[in-house]
Antibody, heavy 125, light 111 residues
Framework: QLQLQESGPGLVKPSETLSLTCTVS??????????WGWIRQPPGKGLEWIGS???????YYNPSLKSRVTISVDTSKNQFSLKLSSVTAADTAVYYC?????????????????WGQGTLVTVSS | QSALTQPASVSGSPGQSITISCTGTSSDVGSYNLVSWYQQHPGKAPKLMIY???KRPSGVSNRFSGSKSGNTASLTISGLQAEDEADYYCCSYAGSSTYVVFGGGTKLTVL
């Protein structure tokens, strides 16, 4: 079945750029029916959508993070990636990648499934 | 502050039913039938339980059901079991500027 796995450094210094990659296995990232997304969860807090990408490279970002976020896709490797710049301690969180279903011809965002296991990224000097 | 409002906690005894509310606005929950619900056990990734307001993915128990009225969506769990103790999050499509919003989460305690 489809599986997603996050990878990247677990520790990032303040003001630097957080970089994570999600590897998709058991299916193609080039499916026309899905976007691919990043969601984060600070310790002890709720979920926050970061942004999503289509296999063609079309991206949508959370307005509150848009100025610092870049999501890209590499279809040859079946991977998509997240870069978050100018990080602070407030960006410390478990970062999840997930498949995002779209609804209808208008491509409204629908549900996230499956999710990766998540990776904790700590911002600290 | 989360875009969707959920109660911080709910509780119930085994065998009982509970309902978790998720209140949004006419820009998200009220405008689209695209509410999803996720169950998250400690240290685990969220799991999709309900999508499009009331549909259950394959493999999810029929004890879980969803509904919507106006700007409020609800998740009902009937016949509570100890394994249902977890955090629950709602999520909604929010239109072409905000896109995706989550609720703050509800901790379900099975007494």
């Amino acid at each position: 079945q489809l599986q997603l796995q996050e990878s990247g450094p677990g520790l990032v210094k303040p003001s630097e750029t957080l970089s994570l990659t999600c590897t998709v296995s058991g299916g193609s990232i080039s499916s026309s029916s899905y976007y691919w997304g990043w969601i984060r969860q600070p310790p002890g807090k709720g979920l926050e959508w970061i942004g999503s990408i289509y296999y063609s490279g079309s991206t949508y970002y959370n307005p509150s993070l848009k100025s610092r976020v870049t999501i890209s896709v590499d279809t040859s490797k079946n991977q998509f990636s997240l870069k978050l710049s100018s990080v602070t301690a407030a960006d410390t969180a478990v970062y999840y990648c997930a498949r995002l279903a779209i609804f209808g011809v208008v491509s409204y965002f629908n549900w996230f499934d499956p999710w990766g296991q998540g990776t904790l990224v700590t911002v600290s000097s | 502050q989360s875009a969707l409002t959920q109660p911080a906690s709910v509780s119930g005894s085994p065998g009982q039913s509970i309902t978790i509310s998720c209140t949004g606005t006419s820009s998200d929950v009220g405008s689209y039938n695209l509410v999803s619900w996720y169950q998250q056990h400690p240290g685990k990734a969220p799991k999709l339980m309900i999508y499009e307001g009331s549909k259950r993915p394959s493999g999810v128990s029929n004890r879980f059901s969803g509904s919507k009225s106006g700007n409020t969506a609800s998740l009902t769990i009937s016949g509570l079991q100890a394994e249902d103790e977890a955090d629950y999050y709602c999520c909604s499509y929010a239109g072409s500027s905000t896109y995706v919003v989550f609720g703050g989460g509800t901790k379900l305690t099975v007494l």
